[in-house]
């Protein structure tokens, strides 16, 4: 893929970080770089004091750096933020925010020399991952966490590669490398941006479209195992309310629920409760924050968070604002509560299930009257889970200290946020695999023989009765568990059309 600084899509990140896609750069965007490498040149051969170019940072910028040791001082700069602690982040993560890093250098405002680009496009199709460690960001700017990468430019650090960990210098030699001396604006370059934090946010929008998917599949099996109302569905009622999410998942679940009985009988009840019948305008909630958030995001991939920035068209080096992350922050906190909204229906639609007042089953689903347990204690599970992710959308945007000498005297936490959402996924993975697991089990007691399900429904619903069968009490609940979630997460939704 050429890469232009303004094409990057969910889909082509996701390709070119599992190395399906190798990455080279369009004539346009090397010739912006060169632009703005000869404004910054010119501007240090002025020796105008120009922040970050020929002064410190941060409180810093009243000292000023003699040309004589610009190449040192950016060195420095490297080493003295590479501050970040454990954990690392994982190779996809940071082959996206070298990406993502190399997406913003070549659209010409940062001023670093071209062969710093080049050095990218090569860690990236040579499959060479710099090791990260993961935090050391507030959300102005990954600095601390990205100065790892500018480490590994300059031929230093430690590199994974096909599963081993080597010495940067080794890989260096290895391919004939040429490592970057970091001269004028190189330093921060590389380092004043929130790519680890775009980065993050693209590999978890792709999981979550999916994960909120699964839950759809999981709410039609649900609703099958109430033996519920499909009223909700109806194209009625879609269009009295013209909600994009709602209908995207309406759709899902009807596609889903495609030749099941449910369709095809009159309703047990006149209503259902409020987290079957409101399921999908929840989902749907979900999907909206997803978009909101990709919206946003998309919209600072194209844009640069550089600061300074060159203006090619004046030839001025400006200061900016640009590495702020408050619409970020608000909008994948957004999602977060959505998540936790989602989350809530879930275990309490596992619980109506248990209560034979609305399934006419046997209660806590026991498999038979020698039974004494059933899923009884899972409800436990299923309720700490839910816990644990509505502590993990607590707003943190608005939490801030007076850093850099009181320079920086506000932050928005993105980091952490999105440290937050994954979190929320992972745990939701574990919460899709035990609804699947009660609707799975309601519906092997609703239906001794043929199950008149949905195409989608039947396919997920006899591929857990077929791995686990009816559950009793001697099973192993948590290995079920353990198992069915890591599936999930591993599997698409589509795979089963």
Not at 69 to 78: A, D, P, T
Not at 159 to 178: C, H, V
Not at 315 to 325: A, D, G, Q, V, Y
Not at 438 to 448: E, G, I, N, P, V
Request: with cysteine; hydrophobic share 40%; proline share 3%.
């Amino acid at each position: 893929m050429k890469l232009t600084g303004y094409n990057l899509s969910l889909e082509s990140i996701a390709s070119i970080v599992s190395g399906q896609e190798k990455v080279s750069l369009a004539s346009k965007a090397r010739q912006r770089m060169e632009e703005s490498r000869a404004i910054v040149l010119d501007a240090l051969d002025r020796e105008e004091a120009i922040y970050g170019l020929n002064t410190g940072v941060g409180r810093n910028k009243d000292l000023r750096i003699p040309k004589e040791e610009i190449e040192s001082y950016n060195q420095q700069l490297i080493y003295a933020h590479c501050v970040g602690i454990e954990p690392e982040l994982s190779t996809e993560e940071v082959r996206a925010t070298m990406l993502l890093r190399l997406n913003g250098l070549i659209k010409g405002y940062a001023g670093c020399q071209p062969a710093i680009a080049d050095l990218l496009v090569q860690f990236l199709n040579l499959q060479i991952t710099p090791v990260v460690n993961g935090k050391g960001s507030v959300g102005e700017g990954d600095i601390g966490i990205l100065s790892y990468i500018g480490l590994a430019l300059m031929g230093e650090g430690w590199i994974d590669y096909q599963g081993n960990r080597y010495p940067a210098a080794e890989i260096f030699e290895k391919f004939s490398l040429t490592p970057i001396r970091f001269q004028v604006k190189d330093g921060l370059s590389v380092i004043s941006s929130n790519a680890v934090s775009h980065a993050k946010i693209s590999l978890l929008l792709i999981k979550l479209h999916q994960l909120v998917k699964w839950f759809d599949l999981a709410y039609a099996l649900s609703l099958e195992a109430l033996n519920g109302n499909i009223t909700p569905l109806d194209d009625g009622v879609l269009a009295s309310k013209h909600l994009a999410g709602q209908s995207i998942s309406t759709q899902h679940v009807k596609f889903f629920l495609k030749g099941s009985y449910l369709t095809k009988k009159k309703s047990r009840t006149v209503q259902d409760p409020l987290s079957f019948r409101n399921a999908t305008f929840i989902h749907g909630a979900v999907y909206d924050t997803l978009a909101f958030l990709e919206k946003t995001l998309m919209a600072e991939l194209d844009a640069s968070d550089d600061n300074p920035i060159v203006d090619r068209k004046t030839k001025r080096i400006l200061s900016t604002p640009n590495f702020e992350t408050i619409h970020l922050s608000l909008a994948a906190e957004m999602v977060n509560v959505s998540l936790s909204h989602l989350s809530h229906a879930s275990v309490q639609r596992m619980l109506k299930l248990s209560n034979p007042d609305f399934t006419n089953l046997s209660r806590f689903l026991r498999a038979d009257d020698r039974q004494y347990f059933g899923l009884q204690a899972l409800q436990k599970t299923a309720a700490t889970l839910d816990v644990e992710i509505h502590h993990a959308c607590h707003t943190l945007s608005n939490v801030s200290y007076p850093l850099a000498g009181d320079m920086e005297d506000r932050q928005t936490n993105l980091p952490l946020i999105i440290q937050h959402t994954d979190k929320i996924v992972r745990r939701l993975y574990q919460l899709l695999a035990i609804e699947i697991l009660y609707a799975a089990q309601a519906l092997s007691l609703r239906f001794s023989d043929k199950r008149p399900l949905g195409h989608l429904t039947e396919k997920l619903s006899h591929s857990v009765h077929q791995e686990y069968g009816i559950l009793q009490d001697n099973h192993q609940l948590y290995t079920i568990i353990n198992r069915l979630s890591q599936r999930l997460c591993q599997e698409r939704v589509d795979d089963l059309f």
